[in-house]
């Protein structure tokens, strides 16, 4: 059965850093590309970014990109979001997702339950 | 980008109704669409890819079609578990846009 399973949500304040991370199971994750989706309050879903299955390559919304860094470990079967100069704006349920394809540019077929970043001072 | 509109944005239908939503893009995508059904609390799920081949397991009063900017889809005859939030994705480049979503409500 696949499995992901989104840990690292917080409280944080503007400005301040946090790394979002996916563990994976039950699926060979060095065949699918992995994404992260987020979804703010009463709001639709928004992709953030996507990685290949080995890393070569990676897409961001233009909402994100310069502040956010997505990663992966395929020995540790884990999907990374590092997550810098964090705005209210960014205040959502982020979920970590799994492309059917190894590359970023597929649809996504499986998703977690999410971990909830709430960005206030 | 690519940027993905759905219409509408509400739609109130009763049981047993058939309704079409309607997503256009903001260029040819050619059939690189997805289709995904949300319901409150819940993580989306895939209904459609490929503008039109139904994901295993979806019944099959769920159907999707279009190619190129405008895409549809349809459900032929409503089930109370069908009330819930659908959206359309492109997947052409290795920037994936989402559309805003549908509310489909009972009337």
């Known amino acids: 059965e696949v499995q992901l399973v989104e840990s690292g949500g917080d409280l944080i304040q503007p400005g301040g850093s946090l790394t979002l991370s996916c563990a994976a199971s039950g699926f060979t994750f060095d065949d699918f590309a992995m994404h992260w989706v987020r979804q703010g309050p009463g709001k639709g879903l928004e992709w953030v970014s996507g990685?290949?299955?080995?890393?070569?390559?990676?897409g961001y919304a233009d909402s994100v990109k310069g502040r956010f860094t997505i990663s992966r470990d395929n020995v540790k079967e884990s999907v990374y979001l590092q997550m810098n100069n964090l705005r209210p704006e960014d205040t959502a349920l982020y979920y970590c997702?799994?492309?059917?394809?190894?590359?970023?540019?597929?649809?996504?077929?499986?998703w977690g339950q999410g971990t909830l970043v709430t960005v206030s001072s | 980008d690519i940027h993905m509109t759905q219409s509408p944005s509400t739609l109130s239908a009763s049981v047993g109704d058939r309704v079409t939503i309607t997503c256009r893009a903001s260029q040819d995508i050619s059939s690189w669409l997805a289709w995904y059904q949300q319901k409150p609390g819940k993580a989306p799920k895939l209904l459609i890819y490929?503008?039109?081949t139904l994901q295993t397991g979806v019944p099959s009063r769920f159907s999707g079609g279009g190619s190129g900017t405008e895409f549809t889809l349809t459900i032929s005859s409503l089930q109370p578990d069908d009330f819930a939030t659908y959206y359309c994705q492109q997947y052409t480049t290795y920037v994936i846009t989402f559309g805003q979503g549908t509310r489909l409500e009972i009337k």
């Open positions: 490929k503008a039109s």
């Open positions: 990685i290949s299955w080995n890393s070569g390559s990676i």
């Open positions: 997702a799994r492309g059917n394809a190894v590359v970023v540019a597929y649809y996504i077929d499986f």
